[in-house]
């Protein structure tokens, strides 16, 4: 069964920490892996992809690793910011054709405090 | 500017009452998809369309309505709210038809929040 977990389901860390967020998947076959971010009553913005050939990609401050072989990722926060506070979603793609090709993790809520 | 537009974006309606949430986009882009976030649950496909007149069901079809009579336009129609319809629902656009395959980035519109009495 094709399944997108994300861990931990919600964090609280201080202004200007580092922290790393979890996704394990059973989808394939693998396509890709994007992460999500959602601030509160906001729809969610892409950060960044990861196809099966990539193992680390950076956005500013977020950087992504993938693991294809234990079918991991994680996205790395350095020097978190209030704005920061959102939820990540994490979202794998399948190459399998037909429906329902996207699957979706259930987000993990981060909060920055001061 | 590049965006996904639902109306409307708060919605309190009684059970039975037939409603519409629009959905425009103005990327030109061929998939178009509906989902539901509930507390726990995270993002669930209602509907999706790979193309205009193309649509098809995704994991929580059972109370809605979709049609894609114009590329941009992408309406969720429930014919018969029930409270367990009370939800935030997303419209979300991407590029390629091929989305399904992991080709395209999603994106989203703001929400609309219903609440079904």
């Known amino acids: 069964k094709n399944q997108v977990e994300q861990s931990p389901q919600s964090l609280i860390i201080l202004e200007g920490k580092n922290c790393t967020l979890q996704?394990?998947?059973?989808?394939?076959?693998?396509?890709?892996l994007r992460w999500y971010k959602q601030d509160t009553g906001r729809g969610p913005v892409s950060l960044t992809i990861?196809?099966?050939?990539?193992n680390t990609k950076s956005n500013g401050r977020y950087t992504a690793t993938l693991d294809a072989d234990t079918k991991q990722s994680s996205l790395h926060i350095t020097a978190s910011q209030l704005s920061d506070s959102a939820s990540y979603i994490c979202?794998?793609?399948?190459?399998?054709?037909?429906?329902?090709?996207?699957?979706f993790g259930t987000g993990t809520r981060l909060t920055v405090i001061p | 500017e590049a965006q996904v537009t639902q109306n409307p974006r708060y919605l309190i309606t009684v059970t039975g009452k037939k409603l519409t949430v629009t959905c425009s986009q103005n990327?030109?882009?061929?998939?178009m998809s509906w989902y539901r976030q509930d507390p726990g649950l995270g993002l669930r496909q209602i509907y999706y369309?790979?193309?205009?007149?193309?649509?098809d069901k995704g994991d929580v079809p059972e109370g809605y309505k979709v049609s894609r009579k114009e590329k941009r336009n992408f309406p969720l129609i429930l014919e018969s709210p029930s409270p367990n319809q009370t939800s935030l629902y997303f419209c979300?656009?991407?590029?390629?038809?091929?989305?399904?395959?992991?080709?395209?980035?999603?994106?989203f519109g703001e929400g609309s929040r219903l609440t079904v009495l």
């Open positions: 979300a656009s991407s590029l390629s038809s091929t989305v399904g395959l992991g080709a395209g980035e999603l994106f």
């Open positions: 996704c394990n998947y059973t989808v394939s076959p693998f396509s890709n």
């Open positions: 990861m196809t099966f050939s990539e």
């Open positions: 979202v794998v793609s399948s190459r399998q054709t037909g429906a329902n090709n996207l699957f």
């Open positions: 990327m030109n882009h061929e998939y």
């Open positions: 369309s790979m193309n205009v007149e193309v649509t």
